[in-house]
């Protein structure tokens, strides 16, 4: 069969694209303003992406088009689509039907962490045995692959909240009717999908009404929005998690000295490992994937292990090099909280020395200002700040950051580049936040701090 994908670059779709492969079937895809890492592994799958989005790729007609929620009425390709009347479907519902009915599932949903939960639940599930499938929002560097199609009963699936189609408005997740479920936290998000966090606790408490009553709802045991979601009623057995130990959870996590993961199940001690991570973000991720795999019959010890030898997540805190002595970080936060907690749990790791931050406010929700009000507060950690002014940012980003001398807002790249790479001092830590590709700034600062220093290390990444 010839399934053609529209958006194929989205992680989601691109994941699509490489099950659907890896199940036999001819692929082929489009999209625009494609960039790392989802190109790359669709070129390394031998998966021809169409530039654009015009009609003529639907000549010869494919036998299934599959739809990504990039795409809506009035390009080209898509009414030519409808007017052909061509099958069509979106990705959760081809993914739905054709591989997850055969499954048991495990979902994992919220606001943060859910690539890095989703990758390391994968991770213990395949050191346990189990060849779990799996679909991830980002590529974990235990797999080197963002999906496979699996070869035992279990599949692991990112599960987030946003529309599923321009022809579907329904949450992607209200698809894939997990057994198990993680809800890792909830906040407001997706301001071009949902007009208040009221409006996303209603998708997510669809989500708890589909769980079986003999299945698992894994959730943390102090976040309020969630709490407010079980409220209205709750079927499935459930495990709260934390990393504070004030928070009364049936699970802890803690981060202890020395790099050293400390596990508890209320008040007794559990084990530890020392693992590669760090933040309580992170220690939380763990704990929700370890009571997820336990949920799916993995012994604790055996998931404690595999935690200790995660690798991580490409983008997610990656080390991308040093330079004569800076250290430079590719991290995906583009969230006021994720910028906060990725902020403190480098503080945590490595107390002495500065922390700068370059950061792109990308995402739709942060275009809108909806987080203009708390991402000032989210950045205050850091010693130094530059924050781009993409072309037609509906707000004021200097009036919301206020008039600190540590924060520059500026609209050119290159002025970015230069400033930052002039700035920094051995024993720095410098951390570019996006969502998106950055227009290479990773790459540009790479290239200018070389320069400056006279060489650097590009190094097997580290993640934290």
Known sequence: MHIHILGIC????????????????????????????MSDQLAALGIDVVDGYGH????????????????????????????????????????????????????????????????????????????????????????????????????????????????????????????????????????????????????????????PSQGRLIVPAADTAIREVLERGCWTPVDTFASDPDDEADWTA???????????????????????????????????????????????????????????????????????GVILYDDFAHHPTAIRRTIAGIRHEMPAGRVIIVLEPRSNTMKLGVHRDTLGESLEAADRVWVYRPPGIGWDISAALGASPAVSVCSDIADIVRSVAEFVAPADRLVVMSNGGFDNMHGRLEAALMQRFGGGTRASPVLR
């Open 10 to 37: 989205g992680t989601f779709m691109a994941g699509v694209a490489a099950i659907a492969r890896a199940a036999g079937h001819r692929v082929t895809g489009a999209d625009q303003g494609v960039y790392p890492p």
């Open 254 to 324: 803690r981060c202890g000295d020395g790099g050293v993961l400390e596990l508890f199940e209320g008040n007794l001690a559990r084990g530890s490992r020392q693992w590669a991570m760090t933040g309580s973000y992170n220690a939380e991720n763990a704990v929700a994937a370890l009571l997820a795999a336990r949920a799916a019959g993995v012994p604790t010890e055996t998931a404690l292990e595999a935690i200790g030898d995660f690798r991580g997540v490409k983008r997610r805190l990656e080390q991308r090099g040093e330079f004569g």
């Open 56 to 211: 003529a790729q639907l000549d010869p007609a494919p036998d299934v088009v599959v739809v990504g929620n990039v795409m809506t009425r009035g390009v080209p390709v898509i009414e030519e689509l409808l007017n052909r009347n061509i099958a069509y479907t979106s990705g959760p519902e081809w993914l739905a039907r054709e591989v997850l009915r055969s499954q048991r599932v495990i979902g994992v949903a919220g606001t943060h962490g859910k690539t890095t939960t989703t990758s390391l639940l994968a991770h213990i599930l395949e050191r346990a045995g189990l060849e779990p499938g799996f679909l991830i929002g980002g590529i974990p560097r235990d797999f080197d692959t963002s999906a496979r199609f699996g070869g035992g009963s279990l599949f692991v699936i990112e599960a987030d909240e946003y529309d599923t189609a321009f022809f579907d408005k329904r949450a992607k997740f209200l698809h894939y009717r997990p057994e198990i479920q993680i809800i890792n936290n909830l906040e407001f998000d997706h301001a071009d999908i949902y007009p208040d966090l009221a409006a996303i606790q209603n998708q997510f408490h669809q989500l708890v009404r589909m769980l």
